[in-house]
Nanobody, 119 residues
Framework: QVQFVESGGALAQPGGSLTLSCAPS????????MGWYRQAPGKQRELVAR???????NYANSVKGRFTISRDNVANMVYLQMNSLKPEDTAVYYC?????????????WGQGTKVTVSS
């Protein structure tokens, strides 16, 4: 069974930094394009960063230059370094493959990790 366990979310001040971690299980993330998604209150879930199996990265314009996605293929982990945090970064953050992993018709989302940016 494919699962994603996210951690590292917390309350942070504007301008602060956080590092999120993702531990996929049931798949080898090294051969997949992995992504970090977020869902803010009242908004749709969006892809904010992705890293291909070759290491190529892409970012949403809203986080470009502030967030960095990385992966540790040995440990089968995916990370999101978030710097210069803004209140609009407040959301629940999820990791998944890109496109998101499906079991049948159901997308396998983890529980997510909550990031709150506020003074």
């Amino acid at each position: 069974q494919v699962q994603f366990v996210e951690s590292g979310g917390a309350l942070a001040q504007p301008g602060g930094s956080l590092t999120l971690s993702c531990a996929p299980s049931g798949i080898s993330s090294s051969i997949r394009t992995m992504g970090w998604y977020r869902q803010a209150p009242g908004k749709q879930r969006e892809l904010v960063a992705r890293v291909s199996s070759a290491g190529d990265t892409n970012y949403a314009n809203s986080v470009k230059g502030r967030f960095t996605i990385s992966r540790d293929n040995v440990a089968n982990m995916v990370y999101l370094q978030m710097n210069s945090l803004k209140p609009e970064d407040t959301a629940v953050y999820y990791c998944n493959t890109d496109p998101p992993w499906r079991t049948g018709l159901t997308i396998n989302w983890g529980q997510g990790t909550k990031v709150t940016v506020s003074s």
